[in-house]
C-alpha cells in the first residue's frame, strides 16, 4: 500500500496555505508533518481525510482495498478530541465502532488497552485532557483501519501513555500500517519528515 501526494496546494478562506507539496509512504511507514504554527498541518491531514479538497494536486493510494475511497481506510484523529459529553466512555466508544463500522473488537478490551476500563461508565465529560486523548486512541484500536491520519496525538498525554501511544503505533506499523502525524514534539516511533512552512517543503 502506498500513499502519495503530488503538487498539492491547499487554499483556506481565500488564502494559499501551501502549495507543489509531494510525499509518499508505503506500508509500514510513518510521516511526521512539521512546521511553525498555522504552516498547513492540520489543513494537510484534512485533505487526506478528504474532509478538504486540494486547491491543486492530487492525493492517492496504491494497494489498498479496490471497493473502498481512501477516506474509508483512514482513521482521522483531530487535535480536538470528538467526545459526545453525555454519553459514557463505553458508549462514546461504541458510537464510533458503530458509526465506523468494519470489524470491530471488544470495547471493555480496547478501553482496558488505554487504561479507561474503570472509567467505562463514567459520562465522557468527566475526563481529564489526557484521559479523553486515551479514550479518541481507542477508536484506533476498536476499528482496524490501515491508514492513521493523527493530528498532535500525544498531545495531553503522559509519559505513561505516550509509551503506550508509542507501542500501539509501533505494532500499527508492523502490521503494515501508516501513520500521517502532524506534530511538534518526536512522534515516539521512526518517522521521515515532511516539514512545511519555511518556504521551502520537502521529505527527508
Ligand atoms: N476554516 C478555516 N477558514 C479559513 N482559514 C483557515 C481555516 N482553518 C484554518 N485556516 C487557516 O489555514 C492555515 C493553516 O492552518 P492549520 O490549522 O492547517 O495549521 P497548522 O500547521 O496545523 O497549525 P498549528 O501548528 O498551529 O496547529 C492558518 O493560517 C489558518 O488560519
Known amino acids: 500500500m502506498r500513499l502519495s501526494g503530488r503538487g498539492v496546494g491547499c487554499v483556506r478562506g481565500g488564502r494559499e496555505v501551501f502549495s507543489g507539496l509531494d510525499f509518499e509512504i508505503a506500508s509500514g511507514e510513518a510521516l511526521a508533518v512539521t ?18 479538497m486540494p486547491a491543486a494536486g492530487s492525493i492517492k493510494l496504491e ?8 477516506p474509508e ?4 484523529l483531530g487535535h480536538r478530541d470528538a467526545l ?10 461504541s458510537f464510533w465502532r458503530n458509526y ?9 478490551q480496547d478501553l482496558a488497552k488505554v487504561g479507561l476500563d474503570h472509567a467505562a461508565q463514567l459520562p465522557a465529560a468527566y475526563l481529564s485532557a489526557g484521559q479523553r486523548r486515551r479514550l479518541s486512541i481507542a477508536r484506533l484500536l476498536a476499528v482496524r483501519r490501515p491508514i492513521w491520519l493523527l493530528d498532535e496525538p500525544a498531545n495531553a498525554l503522559d509519559a505513561a501513555g505516550q509509551s503506550l501511544f508509542a507501542g500501539f503505533m509501533s505494532d500499527h506499523l508492523a502490521r503494515g500500517g501508516l501513520i500521517v502525524a ?14 512545511i512552512g519555511d518556504g521551502h517543503d520537502f521529505a527527508r
Do not use: C, F, W
Open 73 to 76: 481506510q483512514a482513521h482521522y
Open 100 to 108: 465506523l463500522g468494519g470489524e470491530a473488537s471488544d470495547a471493555m
Open 35 to 52: 512546521g511553525p504554527n498555522g504552516s498547513g498541518k492540520t489543513s494537510l491531514l484534512r485533505l487526506i481525510a478528504g474532509l478538504l
Open 84 to 93: 459526545k459529553p453525555a454519553l459514557s466512555v463505553l458508549e462514546n466508544l
Open 182 to 195: 502532524a506534530t511538534h514534539a518526536p512522534l515516539g516511533v521512526q518517522a521521515r519528515e515532511l516539514r
Open 63 to 70: 494497494g489498498g482495498e479496490a471497493e473502498l475511497t481512501l
